[in-house]
Every structure is written in structure tokens, then in C-alpha cells.
């Protein structure tokens, strides 16, 4: 049984969302925004969301349910961000806490002058972006970032949030502070009824990365026996070459992968609903929505323990794999020769974890307490 959210936790307060792209291309980092944005609403508070400006920005804005988007204009290398204006736009706003989903850009500079401006609470969900996977690559970017402007907006930070323990310790071992909270990304709200059938299809959908580890998972898949209706449907977007690769991958196999492109919405949710397996074979990750919104669907995972949810192994809600193509086979045959009945148990315990621990309920009135609490810490200047 799921705790009640007491509505008027953040009556009076307004919150700042702050995260590089409020569209679609922000991957998980934008569906865990909306998340947070509509646990906001739900406790009362007021949301305003501020981000960098992009193609998809204006169309994806209803996403957020009448949550006002603030989107501020790029000068130079997108992957830097500088958009001058958006420190006047987060002024503007009169917000009682900025939340930075994100790190590695200009947002993060923007948000440590508006901390000192205002003196008001301020939190950074790094999103995964400490991990050492992360850290490793782009190595002199990230240094000239840790002193140009991440120290700073770090040491302004009244708390930083963790999705998962491991995530705490990345974030104490770059950053030094070790008070870091953990709370998870909240999931989609769970199907009502259990699954009634096992889909043939072994789907992943998400971005196309080198840390998701794709080519190892086809590699994989041509290895493995499995049962002559079985398909890997592999949905996502991602950089032109990497695309390129990933599809002559696929052509040198036997016909049973589909690279199907980026599916969102209703088209994303029938995608899981149908599926008898998601697949996650990632070298890193913060706390991955796709799972979380497979395990709402009642979908079981396969998936590397750098995905960070052992709940779901220790729930029977997923399979462990490793990295290498014939790590990955052997869950995937593991996967294959399943009987209904044990899939069909897996597919429970994947829905009651997404109905209990990462229900959008509890997760909510973790969040509340927590913005209340940094709230009255942190009182803002009078503007």
C-alpha cells in the first residue's frame, strides 16, 4: 500500500527546474524532469522549468502540463551552452529553489550566480554524470568545467541528490560533500492488471550511445539460441555515425533485429507493453527511466549492475548481465528458455516494484520533505 501526498506540502512555494534541454533530446534526464516536475504540482508548489534553447523545446513544452518553459538562447558550441540570458531569466522568476538536473554545462554557472544572488536553496541532481565512465571521457572539458564554474556551483549547493547509493559515492569522491540524498527517479504508475501474455520481442529503447553498449548486444543476439519468433526491436535516436554503425550491425545478422527509430508516447508504451523482455547492457547509467517504465508496464529486465537497481535483481524483477557479447548471450538464452510461469512471476514482481518502492506517491513525499526542509534553511533575499 502506496502513502498519501499531503497536496499542500509546498502550497506557496516556487520551485525552478534547471536542465540543458527540455525536449526530447535530453534522453532520461528530460523524462525525469517531467516527473519532477509533476510531483511538484502535486504537493502544491508551483514549477517553472528553464532550459537551453533546441529544436524540439517548443513542441515538447506541453509535456510538462502547464508548467511554465523557459527556454534561453545558445551562443556558440551547444555542447557548452552558454546562453547569457538565462541567469536573468532565473532572477526573474522570485523561485524559493532551483533544482539543476545535470551537470557539465553552462546551466550549471547560471545556477551558482543565482544561489549567490539569492541566497536561496539550491539543489544538482548530477543525473550520473560523475560516474567514472562519464568522468573518464572528455577528460581536459571536464577539468577546465571543475574550475571555470563547477567548483563554484558545487560548493553553492545547499544538497546534492543521488539517485542510488552509488551515485552518493561518486558525488563524494569529485565533489567532497558526503551528505549527498538518495532518493529514485519516481515510475510511471503501474498497469492495474497483471500481464496476461509474454511478448516475443526483446526491446530497448533509449539513446543511441557507446556507453549502452549496443554492438555487443547484437553481436549477442546473432550468438544466442532462441525460439524462431523471437525479435530484438532496438528503438532510440542518437549521432548519425553511431546510427550508421549500429545498422551494419544489424544487416550482417539474420534478419530478427529491427532498428525501429525513436518512439515516445503512446507508440513508446505499446512498444513495452508488448514486449516479453527490456534490454540494458550499459557500461554506465544514473538510474535509467526505461527500466523503470518497463517494470510499470509489467515488463521484466535484463540488465548490467551498472544500471544501478539491484532491487530488481533481489525482487526477481530482472536477469543480470555482463558486458561482453557472450556475458549478454547467456542471460539472453537464460531469458529464452524461461517457462511462462516463471516469466509470469517475474513480470509481478517487476509491477509491484514499480507500484511500491518508485511509485510516483512515495517518491513525492520524499521530495516534499526535502524542499521543504532546504526551504527553510535557505530563505531567499527579498527580491
Known amino acids: ?107 550549471s554557472l547560471a545556477a551558482a550566480i543565482w544561489a549567490r544572488a539569492s541566497a536561496g536553496a539550491y539543489l544538482i541532481s548530477p543525473h550520473g554524470m560523475l560516474d567514472p565512465w562519464i568522468t573518464a ?65 526483446f526491446v530497448y529503447i533509449g539513446r543511441i550511445h557507446r556507453k549502452k553498449n549496443l554492438m555487443a548486444l547484437v553481436h549477442a543476439w546473432n550468438l544466442a539460441s532462441r525460439p524462431e519468433e523471437a525479435r530484438l526491436v532496438i528503438a532510440g535516436w542518437g549521432e548519425d555515425d553511431l546510427i550508421a554503425d549500429l545498422r551494419r550491425e544489424i544487416a550482417a545478422g539474420d534478419g530478427t533485429v529491427h532498428y525501429v527509430g525513436p518512439v515516445y508516447g503512446t507508440e513508446k508504451q505499446a512498444l513495452l507493453e508488448s514486449a516479453g523482455w527490456t534490454i540494458l ?9 526505461a527500466i523503470l517504465e518497463s517494470w510499470a508496464a509489467g515488463t521484466p529486465t535484463i540488465m548490467t549492475d551498472q544500471c544501478n537497481l539491484p532491487e530488481g535483481l533481489a525482487a526477481g524483477a530482472a536477469l543480470q548481465c555482463g558486458y561482453d557479447a557472450p556475458a549478454i548471450e547467456t542471460a539472453l538464452a537464460r531469458a529464452c ?43 531567499r533575499r527579498p527580491s
Open 137 to 201: 571521457r572528455g577528460r581536459l572539458k571536464k577539468q577546465l568545467a571543475r574550475w571555470g564554474y563547477e567548483r563554484r556551483s558545487w560548493k553553492r549547493a545547499s544538497r546534492f541528490h543521488a539517485l542510488t547509493g552509488r551515485e552518493a559515492l561518486d558525488i563524494e569522491r569529485e565533489t567532497g560533500r558526503t551528505n549527498a540524498l538518495v532518493i529514485p527517479n519516481p515510475g510511471p504508475a503501474a498497469e492495474a492488471r497483471p500481464r496476461s501474455s509474454r511478448g516475443s520481442a
Open 281 to 289: 547492457p550499459s557500461f554506465s547509467e544514473g538510474l535509467p527511466m
Open 1 to 107: 500500500m502506496t502513502a498519501a501526498i499531503d497536496r499542500n506540502m509546498l502550497a506557496g512555494k516556487k520551485i525552478g527546474l534547471l536542465t540543458a534541454s527540455a525536449s526530447r533530446l535530453g534522453g532520461g534526464v528530460f523524462e525525469a524532469t517531467i516527473l519532477q516536475a509533476r510531483l511538484i504540482r502535486a504537493l502544491g508548489g508551483t514549477v517553472e522549468v528553464f532550459a537551453l534553447d533546441d529544436a524540439f523545446g517548443p513542441e515538447d513544452a506541453p509535456r510538462f502540463e502547464g508548467a511554465r518553459v523557459h527556454h534561453a538562447r545558445v551562443i556558440g558550441p551547444r555542447q557548452i551552452g552558454l546562453a547569457p540570458g538565462l541567469v536573468g531569466q532565473l532572477l526573474a522568476a522570485d523561485l524559493d529553489c532551483l533544482h539543476l538536473h545535470g551537470i557539465w554545462m553552462y546551466p
Open 337 to 379: 528458455v524461461m517457462t511462462d510461469g516463471e516469466w509470469a512471476a517475474m513480470s509481478a514482481a517487476a509491477s509491484a516494484l514499480a507500484a511500491t518502492t518508485f511509485s510516483f506517491e512515495m517518491v513525492a513525499q520524499r521530495w516534499g520533505e526535502t524542499y521543504a526542509g532546504v526551504i527553510a534553511n535557505n530563505p
